[in-house]
């Protein structure tokens, strides 16, 4: 059981949410695509994914590396202090090189959001740690709610499903031992809130 929970939190792990979140957004609603080209499209792909997976997951390689993190996993709440400041770095890049594409509102409200939910995750980690798994997910969930109400469509599927497998990623997190309940529905809610609220309202810097 625990091997299982170990796999799924590396399936659904938070670094892999921003790419999903704009994969799934586009689906959604074309119309958030609206002036890419193909090859724009992969390039915005091939960005994000850079930028908030494969920067961020070589920053902390090379914190192991180096001596700065016990193990990969940063399993002491300390430890993540270091990759989280320099992933919200990678982020803020990334919010940044959006912007610049001319991506549309929604989606620069919805990223804002994730930059601010792992903004909060970083100030709450001095103290406390916080599942970021569940940011994670909880960020994807609200990137579809955002999307669902700002242009009207309706998914109830593929939410239900989300619902599912934030459910499952949860109880993951707690058969792992790497949080308690409240870390875990903390987490969730400060990523859907965060997301959900900077995307509805298309809040942009």
């Known amino acids: 059981m625990r091997t299982f929970a ?4 590396v399936v659904l792990h938070p670094l892999w949410m921003p790419t999903l979140l704009i994969l799934l957004c586009f689906r959604i609603d074309p119309f958030l695509s609206y002036g890419f080209a193909t090859n724009g499209l992969l390039i915005v792909y091939g960005m994000v994914f850079c930028m908030t997976a494969v920067f961020p997951l070589s920053s902390a390689f090379l914190m192991h590396r180096t001596g700065m993190v016990s193990d990969i996993t940063m399993p002491l709440r300390q430890e993540r202090i270091p990759a989280y400041f320099t992933t919200l770095l ?12 001319g991506m ?24 406390w740690k916080i599942s970021a798994h569940m940011v994670g997910i909880g960020g994807l969930v609200g ?3 955002a999307t669902t109400v700002a242009d009207g469509t309706r998914t109830p599927i593929l939410l239900a499903l989300l619902f599912v497998v934030a459910g499952a990623l949860g109880t993951a997190r707690l058969v792992a031992t790497d949080h308690t309940s409240a ?12 997301v959900f609220m900077c995307g509805a309202n298309m809040i942009v810097i």
Do not use: D, E, K
């Open 6 to 9: 170990n796999v799924l939190s």
């Open 90 to 101: 990678y982020y803020g890049m990334c919010y940044y090189l959006l912007r610049r594409t």
């Open 104 to 127: 549309q509102p929604l989606m620069l409200g919805i990223f804002f959001g994730a930059c601010l939910a792992l903004l909060l995750v970083l100030l709450i980690t001095v103290r």
């Open 143 to 145: 990137a579809v709610l």
């Open 183 to 194: 870390q875990v529905y903390a987490g969730a809610l400060l990523g859907c809130g965060c």
